[in-house]
């Protein structure tokens, strides 16, 4: 047949960089990230991207149909075909109103495709090569899986990130400091000169008012810019209130408000005597020319002394009307500041909205490709047919009965459930964190440095900590490297609560704290999988692995789900203290888990 016989070469790489690509755009960081640039808040967007994980928890029960319905090559394709159409739905969506129920339906069917998608890979390529080609390209599949999650995570992101400045006029950057100037980095006024331009007002002071006064000029310049058209006033009229359900009435909101009033008590120090008089200063924004259109300005703190803040909105917008009108900026600086401060507040007009959809429209071409090359590439083995004996399906099922009655199974799946029960919640408000702006309890980094530090030198790290686990389990067994592992997934942890406590300014420092703590956990991830394998020998030893990564899935998703809701309530700070504690269930059950002492060796 033709084609039978082709190079594994010509498409294992290919393969596995299409598998990990939707993985990495909807399950890990990339759509974490798109929803929280697009506006959404912490709790929204870990949430509903946590539902995203589903199609991974529930995988197992639709495989054996991937078996009798067509070959594992035609439903290679076919998901590859369809994943690249909806990655095109969510890049239409994201410019409209209603972006954020199409954008998730969609997302849910690149989700859904993508596990169909590992299913047919992963059997295609057990069919496809005989036992010593498996074996030579186990390691080629797997490189290429991860060079897939660093462009998912890192160049994607970045692509994001440019375009969202290339479509912006130049940034205001605006250095704050208590040494009587406000001071900004050199920007041209010229008119003729430069274009269209946002000009600074500079040299302006702060100024020692009454503390009852804050407010007051606070509400005075919030009202200023309103009248200038910079603040759109439409969520103040006319509000429609919003039922509130069962949950959120009972639940919900009483222990938020708990939550909020115990931890949030305990961020703040005041003094034993409060401050009667603050610093406040001002300065003005305005455009160079007539735009022509509307043009969005979004402030937020990326660097320095939190002790300096803006007061009021952070989103204005300009247009023909006001285009030539002063914008004013209040600043506070805290009272109890003992010391020289400096701050940075960075002003950006990118089109955050345009840039992401021609991100996701460039991933959509990539499985346009993908998907083509494929359809010639892909080898057809004799071995690639359809299923036609039902005894296989019976024999799927029955797999579940002989998995759940394996003795000591409570314990394992105990364990599988609660081992990541830290990271998972660490993962969805990691790339928050370092998203939001320094007022606001993050490290105020831009989408391109987060996918450089995260989607880059953390999965560069991530995947050396897995490969370094790997070869020494290969030597002396899981059983001994089994706690090391544990306590290398863990202790890093505490790292985020040190960057939420001091908020480093030093972007070098900050990635090198993300890298270290993406390879403990991929060095102790090793332990984890070797783990799935363990309690998967035996009879449907193929079946029990399936279902052992569902239960990985739903372990990531339910506390995934809440993550972002208690961050909300407690602080940054706080919340990363939580995800240590969280750390500590999994680590009581090791002792209670039998593994031989040979398991893993080479």
Not at 10 to 17: A, D, E, I, N, Q
Not at 364 to 388: G, M, Q, S
Not at 413 to 439: C, M, N
Not at 491 to 520: H, K, R
Request: aromatic share 14%.
């Amino acid at each position: 047949m033709k084609g039978k016989n082709r190079s594994p070469w010509s498409w294992v790489p290919s393969l596995y960089f299409a598998e990990g690509i939707p993985y990495a755009v909807v399950a890990t960081t990339f759509a974490l990230i798109m929803y929280k640039r697009l506006g959404l808040s912490n709790a929204d967007a870990a949430f509903y991207t946590s539902w995203l994980y589903l199609p991974w928890v529930i995988k197992p029960f639709w495989s054996p149909f991937v078996d009798i319905m067509k070959t594992k090559r035609w439903w290679i394709i076919a998901m590859q075909s369809l994943i690249a159409v909806g990655l095109a739905g969510v890049a239409f969506s994201i410019p409209t109103t209603f972006f954020l129920q199409s954008s998730l339906a969609l997302l849910w069917l690149v989700a859904f495709s993508s596990a169909t998608h590992d299913i047919s890979a992963d059997g295609f390529y057990m069919i496809a090569l005989n036992e010593k080609q498996q074996s030579l390209f186990v390691g080629i599949r797997s490189t290429f899986y991860r060079i897939s999650m660093i462009v998912g995570q890192g160049a994607l992101v970045m692509l994001a990130g440019h375009l969202e400045n290339m479509s912006g006029l130049e940034p205001v950057v605006v250095n704050v400091s208590n040494e009587n100037t406000i001071q900004k980095q050199d920007q041209v006024v010229d008119n003729s000169s430069e274009g269209l331009c946002f000009v600074y007002d500079k040299n302006l002071f702060f100024k020692t008012v009454s503390a009852e006064n804050v407010e007051f000029l606070k509400d005075l310049v919030e009202a200023t810019n309103a009248r200038k058209g910079f603040v759109s006033l439409d969520k103040t009229e006319n509000p429609q209130p919003k039922e509130i359900g069962f949950w959120q009435r009972i639940v919900s909101d009483p222990l938020k408000k708990k939550l909020s009033s115990v931890f949030r008590e305990r961020e703040v120090h005041d003094e034993d005597t409060p401050a009667k008089t603050c610093a406040i200063a001002y300065g003005t924004v305005r455009l160079s020319q007539k735009p022509g259109k509307e043009i969005a300005l979004n402030f937020r703190q990326t660097r320095g002394d939190k002790s300096i803040t803006l007061l009021g909105q952070d989103r204005y917008v300009f247009n023909d009307d006001n285009w030539d009108k002063p914008l004013i900026l209040l600043f506070q600086l805290d009272p109890r500041a003992k010391e020289t401060c400096v701050a940075e507040f960075t002003g950006s007009s990118g089109d955050t909205p345009h840039a992401w959809s021609i991100t996701f429209f460039i991933c959509a071409a990539l499985f346009i490709c993908l998907a083509l090359y494929h359809f010639y590439a892909l080898p057809k083995p004799d071995k690639d047919k359809r299923v036609e004996d039902s005894n296989s399906i019976k024999a799927f099922f029955s797999s579940f009965g002989t998995f759940f009655s394996k003795k000591g199974i409570g314990l394992s799946i105990a364990f599988v459930l609660l081992y990541r029960l830290g990271e998972a919640q660490l993962t969805k408000i990691a790339s928050p964190f370092l998203l939001d702006s320094v007022q606001d309890g993050g490290l105020g980094l831009s989408t391109s440095e987060i996918g450089f530090a995260y989607g880059t030198v953390g999965v560069i790290a991530l995947t050396i900590g897995g490969i370094l686990g790997g070869i020494i389990v290969s030597k002396d067994g899981l059983r001994k490297w089994l706690w090391p592992m544990v306590l290398s997934m863990n202790v890093p942890n505490l790292l985020y609560v040190y960057m939420s406590a001091t908020q480093p300014d030093s972007y070098a420092l900050v990635c090198g704290l993300v890298g270290v703590e993406q390879f403990g956990y991929g060095f102790g991830f090793t332990a984890f999988m070797l783990y799935l394998i363990y309690i998967s020998r035996g009879e449907y030893s193929t079946s029990h692995y399936a279902i052992c990564t569902g239960l990985m899935a739903l372990g990531m998703m339910l506390p995934g789900m809440i993550a972002g809701w208690l961050q909300e309530c407690i602080g940054y700070s706080n919340f990363f203290v939580w995800v240590c504690i969280c750390t500590i269930p999994g680590m009581l059950l090791i002792r209670r888990l039998n593994v031989e002492d040979d398991f893993g060796k080479k």
